[in-house]
Each structure stands twice: as C-alpha cells, then as structure tokens.
C-alpha cells in the first residue's frame, strides 16, 4: 500500500501518485442566491459553504522516484492506466481521495484529461529500444461527494 510522503503525495482509490508542482488546487464555492423582490431590492441569500472541489495535475513518469531516492517500480504507462481505471470505473460511485491536508474524502471523478509531455522523444525512444511506456501529465478534477 503507498504511503504518503514515502511514495506518493496523495491517494485515489487505494493507490498513490506524485502530482506536478504547483498544480494542486482546492476550491469551495460557497451557496448562494441573489433575487430582485418586487419592490425592486436586492435579496441575498447564503446557504454558507459548498463542495470542495480538487483540481491537479497527476504525474505519471517513467522513472518516478520515492521520497528516499529508489525508483517507485512503476512505469509512466502504468500510472496512467490506472488512473483511467479509476475514471471510467467510477460511474455513480465515490472514490477515497486521501491527502495531506485533508485527511480522507469520498469523492466523485470528475473530469480526466491527458497530455504527453514530449511525444516526439517517445516515439524516437521507442525507435532505438527504449522503453515501451510512455510519460503522461493527467489533470484531474474532483468534487466531494
């Protein structure tokens, strides 16, 4: 099981992963209404706080490494397919999300979307018998159940 800050920095859905640097975000909106009355005033109300929502970026490397220097294992390729597992799994479903400001909370996946960094280094890797996996950089957003 992944442990945060020996090898991961958050959990989702049981498994760790390393997010990119500044990309860790936290909204909550609050609840709110504002109405014209017939009398022509403004009427505000305020329910107080909303859901949390949680947007980052999910670093999924090749070559990843934990807190203590040794490599995590996992390939780029194989943090990334899970991750999607999690997101097309997910329907009508909480997940765990688990980080080191907020403790566990269940959580719905939101939005997922992918990017590779350097898809023309892949392929030339690929070409001279480098590693099959690729490297993704996945933004995710979540929203508390």
Known sequence: MATIGVDCEMLLDGCGYFLKPGSYQMQQPRV????????GALSYVD???GKRRWQMVVLCLNDLQRYDGRPTGL???AYRDTLRASYTG???????F????NGSVAVHFDSYSERIPDLHSQVI?????GSL???YEV???LVEA
């Open 47 to 49: 329910l107080g706080p």
């Open 32 to 39: 709110r209404s504002a109405t014209t009355r017939a009398d």
């Open 125 to 129: 890797a690929l070409a001279t018998g």
């Open 98 to 101: 688990v980080d080191p400001l």
């Open 90 to 96: 997910s329907l009508g479903s909480t997940l765990s």
């Open 133 to 135: 996996a690729a490297s």
């Open 75 to 77: 390939a780029g390729q």
């Open 139 to 141: 933004s995710i957003e």
